[in-house]
């Protein structure tokens, strides 16, 4: 056996295990991919070894003042074993394994304030935590639904997600920010950061009323500096998110467009991986070519999210998306033919010969010739910052009745695609077609109501607090190609 090098350990201290006839003291180590817990500093055969792995569980437990932690407990050899120490060696040991294991006991760690999302097979709520006061959103997933979705490598999937959101998680000016897992007898709770402010999708909706029909062009600006600078920490990691569309940018404070972060995560993956997941993925409309004509043990990169970000530009330019349909086939199949006209009539605003230059070099097919995210922060597009306003447009009199916040949400699959909405009336460009959704870890929920309409209480912690599981249509294993990847939802 491997001889236990302390001198890498991350954090120390002291824990008791209470017994009827004398107490027994533990020196807990924390390293990088395991927790040991032995009688002496350096004990070299610790009595306790727990693997930093989401397999591994870990349940909290308050003091009777409800604002400290107390003790936390964990199985070995099917028994129950608790471990007593400071609040504060607690709360260090919790930071350090949030995301690494699954933890129990969120009923007595976040109190509910309102529900504010809900799907078929997740609800999403705003939680107030104990143990430091701040409101989260905790998103409830049925444990059932990934188990129906082994198939399609939902677990896998999830997993794979939680990698890369605790990859990002330094950088929370950009991203969502991922916090911790719970687990409940039939449910997984994901607890990440809570976005105060809109989605861009809403914003765009909110520009129609105004006389160009879209947002102002240093807002588009500021907007799009904002999204590049995203994808150039997101690419230095070598992920890619690939289901870059506007409900995916939110924005973390209200009338801020700096505050952009990306969302949904559900279907990024590695650019180092021999094999991606789910390889032909992403949402009609926003797609690079080089995806949609892919086959499945073909490899792209980084510059398909650049190409996704066009798409989004073209939009915010135009007031219109680059890919037209009336249903979701149409839309699919312009996207697949990517007949990209960019032969716009200048207006000396929106339409500019340094805006169509940056836009031209985001929407080339050939992703060799594709710039980069640091290549299109440096176009001269961006140089100008002439009175450029950074908040958000005021609704006026506008009823938003969707909640802006994003949360990790499981979505499922169906196999027939009907939609009655028109997707080429501008009213219309962000409406979603319901009854496709695709199968993905984490798409947006619909939500049900406004932020604060309501407060919900009492079955937040019920052992089955979710709807019943839609029955799921999953495509069998076949050799020749979908028509339509199953991982492609609607916009």
Not at 194 to 222: C, H, Q
Not at 354 to 365: A, G, P
């Amino acid at each position: 056996m491997d001889s236990i090098d302390y001198q890498e350990a991350k954090f120390k201290f002291e824990g008791v295990r209470k017994h009827f006839f004398k107490d027994v003291t533990y020196h807990i180590t924390v390293f990088e991919d395991m927790v040991t817990m032995g009688t002496t500093s350096d004990c070299q055969n610790p009595k306790y070894k727990l693997k930093l792995n989401l397999e591994t569980k870990i349940n909290w437990e308050l003091r009777k003042n409800k604002k400290e932690l107390d003790y936390f407990e964990f199985d070995h050899q099917n028994k129950r074993k608790v471990v007593h120490a400071q609040p504060d060696d607690l709360s260090k040991f919790k930071e350090l394994l949030s995301g690494r294991v699954t933890f129990e006991g969120i009923g007595d760690l976040y109190q509910p304030l309102f529900q504010i999302g809900k799907g078929s097979s997740a609800k999403v709520y705003s939680a107030r935590s104990a143990l430091d006061q701040r409101v989260y959103a905790v998103k409830a997933i049925e444990k059932a639904f990934l188990k129906i979705s082994e198939n399609a490598n939902g677990l896998r999937a999830f997993q794979s997600e939680v990698q890369i959101l605790r990859a990002l998680q330094q950088y929370e000016n950009n991203f969502l920010v991922f916090k911790e897992i719970y687990e409940g007898d039939n449910t997984l709770y994901v607890v990440t950061s809570y976005l105060e402010g809109l989605s861009l999708s809403e914003e765009l909706d909110k520009a129609k009323t105004l006389p160009n029909r879209r947002l102002p062009i240093n807002n588009v600006r500021t907007i799009m500096r904002k999204l590049l600078g995203n994808l150039k920490i997101l690419h230095s990691h070598r992920i890619i998110h690939r289901d870059l569309k506007p409900d995916n940018l939110m924005f973390s404070r209200k009338n801020d467009y700096t505050s952009l972060v990306l969302v949904d995560f559900g279907l990024a993956t590695s650019e180092l991986l021999d094999k991606y997941l789910f390889p032909k993925c992403g949402t009609p409309g926003y797609v690079a070519p080089e995806v949609l004509s892919s086959r499945s043990d073909q490899r792209y990169n980084c510059k398909v999210d650049i190409f996704s970000a066009g798409c989004i530009f073209y939009k915010l330019l135009t007031g219109h998306s680059l890919f037209m349909g009336s249903n979701f086939d149409e839309v699919l199949n312009s996207n697949k033919t990517c007949y990209v006209d960019l032969d716009l009539p200048m207006d000396g605003i929106y339409i500019t010969e340094q805006s169509l230059d940056i836009l031209k070099k985001m929407l080339n097919k050939n992703p060799k010739i594709r710039v980069s995210a640091a290549q299109a922060l440096s176009h001269q597009f961006f140089d100008s910052n002439s009175d450029f306003s950074t908040q958000a447009i005021q609704s006026g009199g506008l009823h938003i009745t969707k909640n802006a916040i994003y949360q990790l949400n499981l979505a499922e699959s169906e196999s027939k695609y009907n939609s009655e909405n028109e997707i080429n009336d501008e009213q219309q460009q962000n409406s979603k077609i319901n009854d496709l959704k695709r199968y993905s870890l984490m798409n947006e929920i619909p939500l049900s109501a406004k932020r604060g309409s309501a407060q919900f209480s009492g079955t937040f912690y019920q052992k089955d607090p979710l709807s019943a599981i839609k029955s799921l249509k999953i495509p069998v294993e076949t050799s020749q190609p979908l028509k339509l990847s199953c991982h492609f939802s609607p916009a």
